[in-house]
C-alpha cells in the first residue's frame, strides 16, 4: 500500500473544553471515502455533549487521557493509536471538503515532501485564507500565512516554509523519524518546530490548494495563551539554529524581547512575557539539550534554511498586534547585514 492508496490515512482529532464544531468536523472526517481508514479523537476534556453527538463508525475511535494533554503530545498520543501510512492532523473546529484527504495524500506520494498543509480558509468566508501556509520571521514569529487574501490568489501549490497546525498530513515513517510533536510545547510553536525540522532533514513542507478546510476560527489570547506562544517563538528561536547562524539571531533578539516589554505591558500581556522568560531560564538545561538534539538529527545546513525565513514581521491586521514600520526596517536590515555575511561561510 502507497501513501494515498485507499484506505491508507488515518486523521487525528484533538477536543477541548466547548467544542461546538466537533461534531461537523468528525462527520466531515468521516465522509472522506475509501481513503479514511481511521480517525482517532483524543479528548482532552470536551464539555457539555459534544462527543455524545458523534456519528457511530467504526473508523472513530475515542482516546481518554487522564489529564489534558496539550495539543504537542495529545497529537502523539493520537498517533500512538493509529495504524495507516499517512496521518492526517484536522482541528476540532475545522470542516473538510470533499476530497481533502486525498489531495493531502497525493501530494506525500512524493517522498522529498515530509509534510503537506491544506487550503485553510475561513470558515464563514471560504473565499478568503485563514492560512496558506505559515511564515517564520528569524525571530520566531510566526502567523497565519496570506489571511484575509482571496483563495483565488493561492490556487497554485509549492513550498511553504510551514504548515498550518489546523490541517496537515504526514507520512507516519517520517513523524517517527522526527520524533513528532516536542510535548515541552503543550501548546503552540509545536507546529514552526516540526516545520523547520522537516527541511533539516532533507525534505519540503508543501501547500496543497486542493485540500480544502474551512476553519471556524476565533482569535482570543488569554494570558495563559500569551505566555505559551511567547514561550514557543522563545523555545524555537533558542534551539534550531545551528551556532553561527544564532550568534547573530541572538543579539537583535534580546534587543527585540527587552524592547517589546513596554508595549506588552500596556496591552496588559508584559506578565505573559515575563513568565516566559522565566520558564526559558529555569529549563536552560533542557534547551541546551534539545539543541544538541536537533543539531544531531540534521542533515541540512542553515545556509539554505535561512532565506524561507521572513525579515519582517507583518501579522494579519485581525490578530489586533502591528509592528511600526521603523521597527520592521531595523529588523529587516539586519537580517540582510546577518544574511550576507553568513553567506560568506565561516572564517579560517
Not at 29 to 57: F, H, K, W, Y
Not at 245 to 267: C, F, I, N
Not at 333 to 339: E, F, L, S, T, V
Request: aromatic share 8%; proline share 6%; charged share 20%.
Amino acid at each position: 500500500m502507497q501513501p494515498g492508496d485507499p484506505a491508507s490515512v488515518a486523521v487525528v482529532v484533538l477536543g477541548y473544553g466547548d467544542e461546538p464544531w466537533l461534531t461537523q468536523c468528525i462527520a466531515a472526517i468521516l465522509s472522506q471515502g475509501e481513503v479514511l481508514r481511521e480517525c482517532v479523537l483524543v479528548d482532552n476534556g470536551v464539555e457539555g455533549a459534544g462527543i455524545d453527538d458523534l456519528p457511530t463508525d467504526p473508523r472513530l475511535r475515542i482516546v481518554r487521557p487522564e489529564a489534558n494533554l496539550g495539543f504537542a503530545e495529545g497529537c502523539n498520543e493520537g498517533v500512538r493509536h493509529i495504524d495507516s501510512l499517512v496521518v492526517a492532523f484536522v482541528n476540532s473546529d475545522a470542516v473538510l471538503e470533499p476530497g481533502a484527504l486525498q489531495a493531502l495524500a497525493s501530494v506525500l506520494r512524493d517522498e522529498s515532501v515530509g509534510l503537506v498543509t491544506a487550503s485553510v480558509r475561513l470558515g464563514d468566508r471560504p473565499e478568503l485564507v485563514n492560512a496558506a501556509g505559515n511564515p517564520m520571521h528569524y525571530l520566531g514569529y510566526t502567523w497565519a500565512g496570506s489571511m484575509g487574501e482571496p483563495a483565488a490568489d493561492h490556487a497554485q501549490a509549492g513550498e511553504v516554509t510551514c504548515i498550518s497546525g489546523a490541517t496537515f498530513a504526514v507520512r507516519r515513517a517520517v513523524w517517527d523519524e522526527l520524533g513528532g510533536f516536542d510535548a515541552e510545547y503543550f501548546a503552540y510553536g509545536e507546529d514552526v518546530d516540526l516545520s523547520i525540522r522537516t527541511w533539516q532533514s532533507g525534505r519540503t513542507v508543501r501547500f496543497e490548494p486542493a485540500a480544502v478546510s474551512l476553519h471556524h476560527y476565533e482569535f482570543g489570547r488569554n494570558p495563559s495563551k500569551w505566555f505559551l506562544l511567547e514561550r514557543g517563538r522563545l523555545i524555537n528561536a533558542l534551539t534550531l539554529y545551528e551556532p553561527r547562524t544564532r550568534r547573530y539571531v541572538y543579539p537583535m533578539l534580546a534587543a527585540v524581547e527587552l524592547g517589546s516589554l513596554v508595549p506588552a505591558s500596556m496591552q496588559g500581556w508584559g506578565g505573559s512575557k515575563v513568565a516566559a522568560w522565566k520558564w526559558i531560564w529555569q529549563n536552560r538545561e533542557y534547551l541546551a539539550e534539545r539543541r544538541t538534539r536537533v543539531a544531531e538529527a540534521r542533515s541540512i545546513p542553515d545556509s539554505q534554511i535561512l532565506p524561507k525565513l521572513s525579515a519582517r514581521v507583518d501579522p494579519p491586521p485581525s490578530f489586533g498586534q502591528s509592528v511600526p514600520a521603523i521597527a520592521n526596517s531595523v529588523l529587516e536590515g539586519y537580517w540582510g547585514w546577518a544574511m550576507r555575511r553568513l553567506s560568506r561561510g565561516p572564517r579560517r
